[in-house]
């Protein structure tokens, strides 16, 4: 059984940092790809970053070119995103997953198996 479990989020003004965590358990972490998405309110699930099992990474340009940044300890069995420069417009509930696929697909949340319960994000202006 494979759990996910987030830690990290919470209030904080604009152009303040944040760094989430997702601690794994259940499967060999090193195996797996992991990746971050995130959920506002009345809005689908968006893709933010990945990490390939080897530490290959993934952003989504458009929304956190620079200013995020995925990384993963395997020894800790855990994947975090560092955060800067928060604006408004990344609220949201952030989520950790797993995927059984080794590198592609990473920005598709169809190709994550597992997820975790999420963490609250609010950036207040």
């Known amino acids: 059984q494979v759990q996910l479990v987030e830690s990290g989020g919470g209030l904080v003004q604009a152009g303040g940092s944040l760094r989430l965590a997702c601690a794994a358990s259940?499967?060999?972490?090193?195996?797996?790809?992991m990746g971050w998405f995130r959920q506002a309110p009345g809005k689908e699930r968006e893709f933010v970053a990945a990490i390939t099992w080897s530490g290959g990474r993934i952003y989504n340009v458009d929304s956190v070119k620079d200013r995020f940044t995925i990384s993963r300890d395997n020894a800790k069995n855990t994947v975090y995103l560092q955060m800067n420069s928060l604006k408004p417009e990344d609220t949201a509930v952030y989520y950790c997953?797993?995927?059984?696929?080794?590198?592609?697909?990473?920005?598709?949340?169809?190709?994550?198996?597992?997820w975790g319960q999420g963490t609250q994000v609010t950036v207040s202006s």
């Open positions: 259940g499967r060999t972490f090193s195996k797996h790809a």
């Open positions: 997953a797993l995927t059984n696929q080794p590198d592609y697909g990473l920005d598709d949340l169809n190709t994550y198996d597992y």
